[in-house]
């Protein structure tokens, strides 16, 4: 089993939709949560960045995580063709001797028609 | 100011040739992580250096290896390239070592290496 557990889709929705992604995970040591969109054929792109539990708003985008439940999920509201693209959660911990590794999700595909 | 850049940008090698990736961090991002996407196993983590020490590593083979210099510029390698190399490489570097103080991690655009 995978330590994060995200549906690859693809999810397709009518413009001016509200979105809803999901990821759930298995590590409780994981504090930090983020979400990446990427284009195809370009890198991510970061989108998100939450510490922890909590909610955060940032324009059409907020991020919601649920430590108790270990499951964080990214809301888009008013969905654009533009928002077309695979998401990514991604998740880490804090690590002992210091330093970056982020866990991924297999990634969302998400289509928005016109 | 600059993203982070990778070059080459798209290559081709044959089987048991090595090759070499390079990243350019963000300007004053001293630490520098490398990534493999692949459509079975997604994005996976590599290795991460710091002020030129490697300070995490992922569970790749040792044909995978990497280094980082003074200027936090960062290369890695893979030596006998197998076909299951294919992939999308990609670098991606943060203002300091740790997710701490809302540190955040940003990605190049990755290098596509090709394996026939």
């Known amino acids: 089993q995978k330590e994060v557990e995200q549906d690859p889709g693809p999810l397709s929705v009518p413009e001016g939709a509200i979105v809803s992604l999901n990821c759930t995970y298995s590590?409780?040591?994981?504090?930090?949560f983020m979400w990446y969109r990427q284009y195809s054929r370009k890198g991510p792109e970061l989108l998100m960045y939450?510490?922890?539990?909590g909610n955060k708003e940032d324009g059409r985008f907020t991020a919601q995580v649920d430590k108790s439940s270990k499951y964080i999920s990214l809301f888009i509201r008013d969905s654009q063709p533009s928002d077309s693209a695979t998401y990514l959660c991604?998740?880490?911990?804090?690590?002992?001797?210091?330093?970056?590794?982020?866990?991924f999700g297999t990634g969302t595909q998400l289509k928005v028609e016109l | 100011k600059a993203g982070v850049t990778q070059t080459p940008r798209y290559l081709i090698k044959t089987r048991g040739q090595q090759v070499t990736l390079s990243c350019s961090p963000i300007?004053?991002?001293?630490?520098v992580s490398w990534y493999q996407q692949t459509p079975g196993q997604g994005l996976q983590f590599l290795f991460e250096y710091f002020s030129e020490t490697q300070r995490n590593k992922g569970n790749f083979p040792g044909r995978f290896s990497g280094r980082q210099f003074s200027n936090s510029r960062s290369e890695m390698n893979v030596s006998t390239l197998e076909l299951g190399d294919s992939a999308l490489y990609l670098c991606a570097s943060s203002l300091d070592a740790g997710l701490s103080s809302g540190n955040t991690i940003y990605f190049g655009e990755g290098s596509w290496l090709t394996v026939v």
């Open positions: 300007s004053g991002h001293r630490s």
């Open positions: 991604a998740m880490s911990a804090t690590l002992t001797g210091g330093g970056n590794k982020l866990t």
């Open positions: 590590n409780s040591a994981f504090q930090y």
């Open positions: 939450t510490y922890s539990s």
